[in-house]
């Protein structure tokens, strides 16, 4: 587990919520970091399906064709920020040219109408996560966050981030992190 400290970039990685959390909108919240700097972090929640939100919603919206693609995918709460606009976290294999982020470890996120048109079509990425809205933190806090025992930090895998079944993601990630969900404890301690 990696220590929150001003050096570590948590870019391309997880945050797991603690049982402390505190806040019911990050409650057993799986976290994909898509930035990370000091002048704060932005993330994308990974596990808490939209459930009155279908992509075929979206693209009809936009008015973009339905095509041959995967249009049944699970539209996802990024975040409380922006709830209203849409983003793409997905595999490198696919980019926009000035449009998508590289994000460490194989990730890019894009948020254009490009990648949705291209996902209808089965143009677009081979794994991809759609979300509304986004998390993000100003400078200092998230790192205040993990000292309060607020988050716990996994390396990212394709298999926790894009995997179909969103319930055990919380549970997945802390496993990979050795750790048994029934033994942890909402009240954190101080040697």
Same mark, same amino acid.
């Given at each position: 587990?990696?220590?929150?400290?001003?050096?570590?970039?948590?870019?391309?990685?997880?945050?797991?919520?603690?049982? $402390?959390?505190?806040?019911?909108?990050?409650?057993?919240?799986?976290?994909?970091?898509?930035?990370?700097?000091?002048?704060?972090?932005?993330? %994308?929640?990974?596990?808490?399906?939209?459930?009155? %939100?279908?992509?075929?919603?979206?693209?009809?919206?936009?008015?973009?064709?339905?095509?041959?693609?995967?249009?049944?995918?699970?539209?996802?709460?990024?975040?409380?920020?922006?709830?209203?606009?849409?983003?793409?976290?997905?595999?490198?294999?696919?980019?926009?040219?000035?449009?998508?982020?590289?994000?460490?470890?194989?990730?890019?996120?894009?948020?254009?109408?490009?990648?949705?048109?291209?996902? $209808?079509?089965?143009?677009?990425?081979?794994?991809?996560?759609?979300?509304?809205?986004? $998390?993000?933190?100003?400078?200092?806090?998230?790192?205040?966050?993990?000292?309060?025992?607020?988050?716990?930090?996994?390396?990212?895998?394709?298999?926790?981030?894009?995997?179909?079944?969103?319930?055990?993601?919380?549970?997945?990630? %802390?496993?990979?992190?050795?750790?048994?969900?029934?033994?942890?404890?909402?009240?954190?301690?101080?040697?």
């Amino acid at each position: 587990m990696d220590s929150a400290t001003d050096s570590t970039d948590l870019t391309g990685k997880l945050l797991v919520a603690m049982p $402390s959390m505190g806040d019911p909108r990050f409650e057993q919240s799986v976290i994909f970091m898509c930035t990370y700097s000091s002048e704060g972090a932005m993330g %994308l929640i990974v596990n808490k399906p939209l459930p009155q %939100l279908k992509f075929t919603d979206v693209l009809m919206q936009l008015e973009i064709e339905l095509g041959d693609g995967p249009n049944n995918q699970v539209v996802h709460i990024g975040g409380p920020v922006e709830r209203g606009r849409g983003f793409v976290l997905h595999s490198a294999d696919y980019a926009v040219e000035d449009a998508t982020m590289e994000v460490r470890g194989g990730y890019g996120m894009t948020a254009t109408r490009e990648i949705l048109e291209a996902i $209808s079509k089965g143009d677009g990425p081979s794994e991809a996560l759609m979300a509304m809205g986004y $998390s993000s933190w100003g400078p200092g806090q998230l790192e205040d966050e993990i000292q309060r025992n607020g988050w716990l930090i996994c390396d990212a895998s394709k298999a926790l981030v894009f995997g179909a079944d969103n319930s055990a993601k919380w549970v997945d990630a %802390l496993a990979a992190l050795g750790i048994d969900p029934l033994l942890l404890s909402a009240e954190g301690g101080h040697a």
